[in-house]
């Protein structure tokens, strides 16, 4: 504070400011600060940037894209820009575009890795699963501890049948994030389908521990106990014919 005090006009002063403020979860205060920046300095695209991500929190999504759009357009290689764009497109269901901002950000700067990692979230959704992998392994490449690129790699690989690769994967998730519900469910899928029920039963039971709001993984335990009682009964009958013979 004592340096915009002294000097008022200094734009980084404010930014730094607003981050702190941020921080200390004075978000209305970071705001002014930060439309104080980029008043003194129109071109900081880092400051429009934070002021984007902020309002955004706020709820005013509009005025984030608009700022955003005033990066990119005076720095049009501006990476984080065109990500941060790129997730907002991505918010709104604007696929198509959301994929060329993404593109563009990792055109920009190859190893920003949250991008490869969105880019690979859209490609899975609309089931172009090896451009996705291939993103989920970017991302790994430039940030090997995204416990969610191991995890969503994972995913797309039990999705095309390699069990065992899908497992490496997700347990590697696991091990960066182990409270990670999500993880342990998907672990406890591909085990059930991979009929180990022992393991499949101990990480959904995990899953809903973490995440009792996590229907899919309720839903798994529930056929996880229907195999399982299957298996009972096919057992008792078969003790049944031994004691018929």
Do not use: W
């Given at each position: 504070r004592r340096v915009v005090q002294i000097d008022p006009g200094f734009a980084y002063g404010h930014?730094?400011?607003?981050?702190?403020l941020h921080e200390r979860g004075a978000?209305?205060?970071a705001i002014a600060h930060l439309e104080s920046a980029v008043?003194?300095?129109?071109d900081d695209v880092f400051?429009?940037?934070d002021l984007a991500l902020l309002l955004d929190a706020a709820g005013e999504s509009e005025a984030a894209a608009n700022r955003l759009e005033l990066a990119v357009e005076i720095d049009?290689?501006?990476a984080e820009g065109l990500y941060e764009l790129g997730l907002l497109a991505a918010r709104r269901g604007e696929d198509a575009r959301a994929e060329e901002l993404l593109r563009r950000s990792i055109a920009s700067q190859a190893d920003l890795a949250d991008a490869?990692?969105?880019l690979g979230r859209l490609l899975a959704a609309r089931d172009d699963l090896d451009a996705a992998s291939a993103s989920f392994r970017s991302a790994i490449e430039h940030r090997p501890d995204l416990a969610k690129a191991h995890r969503d790699l994972g995913a797309v690989l039990a999705t095309r049948g390699?069990?065992?690769?899908?497992?490496?994967?997700?347990?590697e998730a696991l091990r960066l994030d182990p409270a990670s519900a999500r993880t342990?469910?998907?672990i406890g899928v591909v085990a059930r389908v991979r009929n180990d029920l022992t393991a499949a039963k101990q990480h959904l039971e995990l899953a809903t521990v973490l995440r009792p709001d996590l229907a899919r993984a309720h839903a798994e335990l529930g056929e996880v106990a229907l195999r399982e009682n299957d298996l009972r009964a096919a057992a008792a009958n078969t003790l049944r014919d031994l004691v018929d013979v």
């Open positions: 930014h730094r400011l607003a981050l702190i978000r209305d205060e008043e003194i300095d129109p400051a429009h940037k049009p290689d501006f490869h990692y969105e390699d069990g065992e690769s899908a497992l490496e994967s997700l347990h342990h469910m998907l």
